[in-house]
C-alpha cells in the first residue's frame, strides 16, 4: 500500500497566521483527501483534490479558509489561513489505492 | 445522505472477554463498509473491510444489509486490543470515505 509522508506533525501557530500541511505519497495517486479531526471528534472530511483541476470543498469549508494545491500525483498541500484557536485540529491527508485507504500520521496544529 | 452511526463513545471489557463495536450505517445503495483502528500515537490504519472477509488479529465482521450493520466483533479481548475503532463507509469509484465517530475500546486486565 502507499506510503505517506506528511509534515508537520505538530505545530503551534498565533492567530491569525497561515500553516501549509504537506503530503508526499511515494507512488503516483488520482485522488487525494483531507480531514479534520477536532478534539474528541470523528474524522471530518475537508475537500478532495484532484490533479490539475480545483479541489471540491465539502459544505463548511471554502477555499479561502483552506486552499490546496495540487500539482502532481505524488503530492499536496493545506493551509489553514488566518487561524483562530476553533482551527486547533488534527488535520490528516488520504489517498485511496486499491480497495483501501492510507492516511498520513497527521499534523496536530494548536492556535493560541 | 451517507452517514455511519457507533453508538458507543467508550466500550471497556475485561481481558478474554468478547468484544462487540456497533456500527449501523445509512446509504441507499451498495456500500463498502470499512473498521479503521488507531493505537495510541499511530496513525490511523485499515482493520478490515467487508468485501474481504477476513479475519484480522481475531476481529470479524459481517455485513448485515437488512438491519445495515457493521458490527466488529472478536472472541476473546485482548489488552493490547486496546485502541479508538472507526466504522467507515464509502461510495463506489475513488471517493472519500466516511466516518463514524469512533469508539474507544478499552481492554481491562
Known amino acids: 500500500s502507499a506510503v505517506i509522508s506528511q509534515k508537520p506533525s505538530r505545530d503551534i501557530c498565533q492567530r491569525g497566521t497561515s500553516l501549509t500541511i504537506q503530503c508526499q505519497v511515494d507512488?503516483?495517486?488520482?485522488?487525494m483527501f483531507w480531514y479534520r479531526q477536532q478534539p474528541g471528534q470523528s474524522l471530518t472530511l475537508i475537500a478532495t483534490a484532484n490533479q490539475g483541476s480545483e479541489a471540491t470543498y465539502e459544505s463548511g469549508f471554502v477555499i479561502d479558509k483552506f486552499p490546496i494545491s495540487r500539482p502532481n500525483l505524488t503530492f499536496s498541500t493545506l493551509t489553514v489561513s488566518n487561524m483562530s484557536p476553533e482551527d486547533s485540529s488534527i488535520y490528516l491527508c488520504s489517498v485511496q489505492q486499491g480497495k483501501g485507504y492510507t492516511f498520513g500520521s497527521g499534523t496536530r496544529l494548536t492556535v493560541v | 445522505a451517507q452517514r455511519v452511526t457507533q453508538p458507543e463513545k467508550l466500550l471497556s471489557v475485561f481481558k478474554g472477554a468478547p468484544v462487540e463495536l456497533k456500527c449501523n450505517y445509512s446509504y441507499s445503495g451498495s456500500p463498502e463498509l470499512f473498521w479503521y483502528v488507531q493505537y495510541s500515537r499511530q496513525r490511523l490504519q485499515l482493520l478490515l473491510r467487508h468485501i474481504s472477509r477476513e479475519s484480522i488479529k481475531g476481529f470479524t465482521a459481517d455485513l448485515n444489509k437488512g438491519e445495515t450493520s457493521f458490527h466488529l466483533k472478536k472472541p476473546f479481548a485482548q489488552e493490547e486490543d486496546s485502541a479508538m475503532y472507526y466504522c467507515a463507509l464509502k461510495d463506489s469509484g475513488n471517493t472519500p470515505l466516511v466516518f463514524g465517530k469512533g469508539t474507544r475500546l478499552s481492554v481491562i486486565a
Open positions: 507512488s503516483q495517486v488520482t485522488m
